[in-house]
């Protein structure tokens, strides 16, 4: 099957799964770990868990851009 013809410097985005499942567990982890650290300078107990969830939300987000349809941009 051929492919549709690209513009010049168009590239063309493939759906790779584990650099999904990379910006999640990367959100996770990464904005886990900072809240976790301020609960531990600021003597907070909530900050672990906002931290995991905004780190969730952001990696959704950046599945969102990464891989939507370029009819979309």
Same mark, same amino acid.
């Given at each position: 099957? #051929?492919?549709?013809? =690209?513009?010049?410097?168009e590239? %063309? %985005?493939?759906?790779?799964? *584990? =650099? !999904?499942?990379?910006y999640?567990?990367?959100?996770? +982890?990464?904005?886990?770990?900072?809240? *976790? /650290?301020?609960?531990? *300078?600021?003597g907070?107990?909530? $900050? $672990?868990?906002?931290?995991?969830?905004? +780190? !969730? !939300? $952001?990696?959704?987000? /950046?599945?969102?851009? %990464?891989?939507? #349809?370029?009819?979309?941009?």
């Amino acid at each position: 099957m #051929s492919q549709p013809p =690209q513009e010049p410097g168009e590239q %063309r %985005r493939t759906a790779d799964p *584990w =650099q !999904a499942v990379s910006y999640l567990v990367t959100g996770v +982890g990464l904005y886990g770990l900072v809240g *976790w /650290l301020l609960d531990e *300078w600021l003597g907070t107990s909530f $900050l $672990l868990p906002v931290g995991i969830v905004l +780190g !969730a !939300a $952001l990696g959704v987000y /950046l599945i969102y851009i %990464r891989f939507r #349809s370029p009819d979309h941009q």
